[in-house]
Nanobody
Framework: QVHLEESGGGVVQAGGSLRLSCAAA????????MAWLRQVPGKEREFVAS????????DVAASVKGRFTISREFGRNVMHLQMNSLRPEDTAVYYC???????????????????WGQGLQVAVSS
């Protein structure tokens, strides 16, 4: 069983930065496709960014392109989401997700995400 532990959420002013981290226990990250999804209460879940298990291929949503970067630290079995130039519309609960499938990363929200973190609140004030 894979356990995902997220950290790094919080409150930040518009234009600021946050780095979210997702530590995986129970599986080497090199065997999992991974992604960040987010959701605002009452709205549909949204794809943010994804990474193939090798981390060679990544994808980011158009709404965060140029501002958010997804990366992995294989030595620590951790995935990160560096979020810069944050905007109030980035306010959401952010979820770290992982998949056994090696095609999940490019399917984004349509991928089969087998494992989920508990969710992190990110709030950006204007």
């Amino acid at each position: 069983q894979v356990h995902l532990e997220e950290s790094g959420g919080g409150v930040v002013q518009a234009g600021g930065s946050l780095r979210l981290s997702c530590a995986a226990a129970g599986r080497d990250l090199r065997r999992l496709d991974m992604a960040w999804l987010r959701q605002v209460p009452g709205k549909e879940r949204e794809f943010v960014a994804s990474s193939s298990r090798s981390a060679i291929a990544t994808d980011v949503a158009a709404s965060v392109k140029g501002r958010f970067t997804i990366s992995r630290e294989f030595g620590r079995n951790v995935m990160h989401l560096q979020m810069n130039s944050l905007r109030p519309e980035d306010t959401a609960v952010y979820y770290c997700v992982a998949s056994e499938s090696d095609s999940a990363w490019h399917l984004g929200l349509g991928g089969q995400w087998d494992y989920w973190g508990q969710g992190l609140q990110v709030a950006v004030s204007s």
